[in-house]
């Protein structure tokens, strides 16, 4: 099993960048697919980004694609994303999630663990 501990949100104004990490602990980092997932008030949680066991290939929400860059550190147990050009919308508690499934995927029930989730606000 892994523990999930996100960092990095907070206040921008929009046209922004921040960079969320997510730190596992644990020895077993590689052997999980890597996931961010965001929820606004309200609203249902939705797929952002998903990185493979290697790194070597990414998935990405149509909503995000261009403006936000998913990675991984095996050596340092930690998936970053990159978040550039934000905008009001993308306002949400951004998840990391971490899947035992060798594939990739945009489903949040594919995903066996959980973060407890950062806070991003952009502002207009």
């Known amino acids: 099993q892994v523990q999930l501990v996100e960092s990095g949100g907070g206040l921008v104004q929009a046209g922004g960048s921040l960079r969320l990490s997510c730190a596992a602990s644990g020895r077993t980092f590689s052997s999980y697919a890597m996931g961010w997932f965001r929820q606004a008030p309200g609203k249902e949680r939705e797929f952002v980004a998903a990185i493979s066991r290697s790194g070597g290939s990414t998935l990405y929400a149509d909503s995000v694609k261009g403006r936000f860059t998913i990675s991984r550190d095996n050596a340092k147990n930690t998936v970053y994303l990159q978040m550039n050009s934000l905008k009001p919308e993308d306002t949400a508690v951004y998840y990391c999630?971490?899947?035992?499934?060798?594939?990739?995927?945009?489903?949040?029930?594919?995903?066996?663990?959980w973060g407890q989730g950062t806070q991003v606000t952009v502002s207009s």
């Open positions: 999630a971490a899947d035992a499934s060798s594939i990739p995927t945009m489903r949040p029930r594919s995903y066996d663990y």
